[in-house]
T-cell receptor, first 115, second 115 residues
Framework: AQKITQTQPGMFVQEKEAVTLDCTYDTSDQSYGLFWYKQPSSGEMIFLIYQGSYDEQNATEGRYSLNFQKARKSANLVISASQLGDSAMYFCATDQGSGYSTLTFGKGTMLLVSP | DAGITQSPRHKVTETGTPVTLRCHQTENHRYMYWYRQDPGHGLRLIHYSYGVKDTDKGEVSDGYSVSRSKTEDFLLTLESATSSQTSVYFC??????????????FGSGTRLTVV
């Protein structure tokens, strides 16, 4: 069974600053995927970034980067230059990474960006 | 856009009544999922389907049944709704994106209140 732990229920950051959202995972699979989703107050689930367990380089997507430390089983999301629109709930998730599988989510971190 | 439509978007129902939520997709995806989202729990898998008439249980399947008689439709049924099933329900699809990686896309969600 897979497990995701997000230890920060809430985070505050000032606009234009960088913020790191923590995620640790537990899996016995050799191959797995790590995902981050954003859920704004409107409720939709928005995919942000993906990291495969065999990817040697950290994933980046615009202002989002994933700090992947395999030995520590951590997959932290880094948001650079925060914007007011980044205020949302953020979920870390993992799957079995072998074609079709299922996503297991953490409990989420609420990020609030202040002016 | 994976063309996922959930209906209804909102529903209020009484304890003990049956409720069916519908997920409809237009792109012939093989895998479909039902998740529920509750504060403090993130998203938890209820049931998933890997083809017509092929379904399996997730983490929180008690009190729920599913059916998939057509590729495009995945139905979630609460046979006798209880207040503990008040939640936001998300449907999702997955698709293979290459190199063993899956991509997951979520519907807009159904907010169900059981009174």
């Amino acid at each position: 069974a897979q497990k995701i732990t997000q230890t920060q229920p809430g985070m505050f950051v000032q606009e234009k600053e960088a913020v790191t959202l923590d995620c640790t995972y537990d899996t016995s699979d050799q191959s797995y995927g790590l995902f981050w989703y954003k859920q704004p107050s409107s409720g939709e689930m928005i995919f942000l970034i993906y990291q495969g367990s065999y990817d040697e380089q950290n994933a980046t997507e615009g202002r989002y980067s994933l700090n992947f430390q395999k030995a520590r089983k951590s997959a932290n999301l880094v948001i650079s230059a925060s914007q007011l629109g980044d205020s949302a709930m953020y979920f870390c998730a993992t799957d079995q990474g072998s074609g079709y599988s299922t996503l297991t989510f953490g409990k989420g971190t609420m990020l609030l960006v202040s002016p | 856009d994976a063309g996922i439509t959930q209906s209804p978007r909102h529903k209020v129902t009484e304890t003990g009544t049956p409720v069916t939520l519908r997920c409809h997709q237009t792109e012939n995806h093989r895998y479909m999922y039902w998740y529920r989202q509750d504060p403090g729990h993130g998203l938890r898998l209820i049931h998933y389907s890997y083809g017509v008439k092929d379904t399996d249980k997730g983490e929180v399947s008690d009190g729920y049944s599913v059916s998939r008689s057509k590729t495009e439709d995945f139905l979630l049924t609460l046979e006798s709704a209880t207040s503990s099933q008040t939640s936001v329900y998300f449907c999702a699809i997955s698709e293979i994106l290459g190199r063993g990686r899956s991509g997951y896309t979520f519907g807009s969600g159904t907010r169900l209140t059981v009174v």
